[in-house]
Every structure is written in C-alpha cells, then in structure tokens.
C-alpha cells in the first residue's frame, strides 16, 4: 500500500524513496512538505476573519511556523545530529531577518554602537527561540515581551533599551504580525528552494543531501 510521503507525492509516485533519491527529488519533497503541511496551513489561519485571528488563530499560527528558522540553519549547515536547537535557531532568524532588523536599529539608534548591533539583533533571536517558540510548544501560550498584532506593518519589530554606560542593547520587546511571518517565510523558501535547483551551488546543495539522509535513518532517535 503506498505511503504518502507528502502532500501532493506517495512512495508510488516516487519509487525511489528512500534509499535512491537524489537531489532534485528529495528538494521537490522538503518544499512539498513545508509549504503543504506547514506554511500554507498558517497562511489559511492568517486569512480567518479578523475577530478570530486576534484571539486564537496567530498563536496556532506561530506555534506552526516558527520551527522555521531551526529547521532552515539546519538543512543549509548540513547539521547531521539532534541537538543545538538555539543554536540554529538563531542562525536562521539571522537569515531571514537580520540584516533588515540590524539596518532598522542602526537607523533608529544613529549608529551610536554598530558593534553591538549583531549581538542586539542575536539576542532577539534567543528571546523569540524562548518566548515563542519554546513557550508556544510547552505552555500554550508566549512569554513576557511578546506581543501579536496583525496590524503590525512588519512581519517582526523589535523594541530595544539603550545602555549607553554598557554600550548595548536590551531587547524588551518583539511585536508580531503572525500573517506577514508566514507571507516572509513563504518567500524566502521560495528564495531557497530556487538556490538549491541550481547545480553551480554545489555545497549548498551537498549539505541539503546530509541533512536530508540524516533526517531518513531509524537510528538517529
């Protein structure tokens, strides 16, 4: 009896599954289940009615996608292990949102301590890895200094105290607008999945192939 093995793909569409699939099959079914069974589902939370979206559907909706960011790091490291969760998370939100986020800050602070700027956007990542994803999939609701607005113009904002003895940054608070996230993420593994059809990025695409093997074996549990 034939498995589905995505959204749109069972074992008998593709017979290679799973010790014979190259690379191509195997981007074809990682951008078939993310946007299948993850992506698209939080973008038909987002388009509820209003009412509704502001008090349930964009908490279900980030609990979805924001294992985005570890996953991402993950496949583009080609990271073969279990563990280092943080680690990657943070990694990936830099990716999808760190130099927009840093040029915002450096705008809105005048540059007064560039340097400190990387760190400032990495400690927002943490607050996010911990506050939201974590505490979405732990205690059904987001921490401290989360806030959810789906009439926020951005995707992610980020509220800073300035310490100017310590000349740092102290993220206090991360405003979220579940619908643009999804629309963001949306988009940029669209971006990603593009980079990995091409054969000239061949390390990208070597990496993506170790993560993918990884995630198939029975033992890595």
């Not at 589905?4 to 078939?32: H, K, Y």
């Not at 450096?106 to 007064?112: E, H, K, M, N, W």
């Not at 608070?173 to 940029?188: D, F, S, W, Y």
Request: net charge neutral; aromatic share 12%; glycine share 4%.
């Amino acid at each position: 009896m034939p498995q589905w093995i995505s959204p749109r793909f069972t074992t008998d569409d593709v017979p290679e599954f799973p010790d014979r699939l190259s690379v191509d099959a195997m981007v074809d079914l990682f951008e078939d289940r993310t946007l299948g069974w993850y992506l698209d589902i939080a973008k038909k939370m987002a388009s509820i009615s209003k009412e509704l979206f502001e008090s349930r559907s964009g908490f279900a909706e980030l609990t979805i996608v924001t294992n985005y960011f570890e996953m991402y790091a993950k496949f583009r490291d080609g990271y073969a292990d279990k563990y280092d969760s943080e680690k990657y998370f943070v990694k990936g939100f830099r990716d999808v949102f760190g130099e927009q986020l840093e040029r915002t800050l450096v705008q809105g602070s005048r540059a007064l301590f560039p340097d400190a700027v990387r760190l400032a956007v990495d400690s927002a990542a943490r607050m996010l890895y911990q506050r939201v994803r974590c505490d979405l999939y732990h205690a059904a609701a987001t921490g401290p200094g989360i806030v959810l607005n789906a009439s926020n113009n951005s995707p992610i904002s980020l509220l800073f105290d300035l310490h100017q003895r310590d000349k740092r940054y102290d993220c206090v608070e991360i405003v979220i607008n579940p619908g643009l996230l999804t629309a963001r993420l949306k988009q940029h593994l669209s971006d990603y999945v593009a980079q990995l059809r091409e054969p000239k990025n061949a390390s990208l695409r070597e990496n993506f192939r170790v993560r993918f093997r990884y995630l198939l074996r029975a033992d890595r549990f």
